[in-house]
């Protein structure tokens, strides 16, 4: 038996039945599931555009992963801004209690792994010179999934970012291409993990067929990167109902108890 109502911004796998196809992403547009949905995705759209304009002068590659320039520390502080909206809508559209003495953080954001299995998620940077490298933004997260972290495990991307925001003098090496591309591939994640590829563009919704691919893993948001979806959902946790008639109930989503999940 799997869930019956999806939680709020929250993306996951769908058991196989009646109608699974379609209902394992017409939730995501429904305009209770996420408020401004849209401008999330679009702020991603807007940064991978940017990346790819850095692209023009620095080769994603093996060789130029240490460069590090004014543009590419603009755009890591803009991704990690978002990373940070991205979590906060997140816990603050869901149930959670925010601390009263401190800013969140990525302790607090740290919970959102249980819920969305960030850690799992897989992204690939096709355009790489050479072999493209396999990008787990959040994996340092995943042995310590749901349990209590006594302090929180650090994202190296993430603290890159601090420390160059708050220290650019001696820590702006820190803001290099590689760390960029991680962030990126991080926010990626966290968009992915709430609307899957929607991108609430203003056409027509439809149908995609399925073909072959030149590369591994699946599109994702923007085509930029490819993008493997978590697949260690136990059976309890997957999406479990028909969104034609789910749609039509006026309490049609719950909310995940953050509060629940040790810190």
């Known amino acids: 038996m799997g869930l019956p109502k999806p939680f709020r911004r929250n993306y996951r ?9 379609y209902s394992s992403w017409a939730y995501i547009h429904d305009r209770e599931y996420a408020k401004n949905a849209e401008h999330y995705v679009r702020a991603l759209l807007l940064i991978q555009n940017d990346l790819q304009s850095i692209f023009e002068y620095v080769e994603p590659g093996d060789e130029c992963r240490t460069a590090y320039s004014y543009r590419i520390h603009a755009l890591l502080m803009r991704t990690c ?16 209690t925010a601390p009263r003495k401190r800013s969140l953080n990525m302790t ?3 919970k959102v792994d249980a819920s969305h299995h960030l850690s799992s998620y897989e992204v690939m940077l096709p355009i790489w010179n050479g072999i493209p490298p396999i990008f787990k933004p959040f994996e340092p997260w995943k042995a310590g999934r749901g ?5 929180g495990v650090s994202l190296p991307w993430y603290q890159a970012y601090n420390a160059s925001k708050h220290d650019r003098h001696d820590e702006f090496k820190k803001a290099n291409l590689e760390t960029l591309v991680m962030a990126v591939a991080g926010l990626l994640v966290l968009v992915s993990a709430q609307f899957n590829d929607q991108d609430f563009s203003a056409g027509p919704t439809s149908l995609s067929v399925g073909g072959y691919d030149f590369h591994p893993m699946e599109a994702s948001i923007g085509a930029l990167f490819r993008i493997k979806y978590p697949d ?8 479990d109902f028909d969104w034609n008639a789910l749609k039509k109930q006026h309490d049609r989503f719950e ?9």
């Open 13 to 21: 796998g769908m058991k196989e039945g009646p109608n699974s196809g």
């Open 147 to 151: 349990l209590q972290s006594n302090g």
């Open 255 to 263: 909310k995940i108890d953050f509060d629940a999940i040790p810190y």
């Open 81 to 96: 801004i978002e990373v940070e909206a991205n979590f906060k809508a997140i816990l603050e559209e869901n149930t959670f």
């Open 232 to 239: 260690d959902w136990a059976d309890a946790d997957l999406y």
């Open 108 to 110: 607090d954001y740290r």
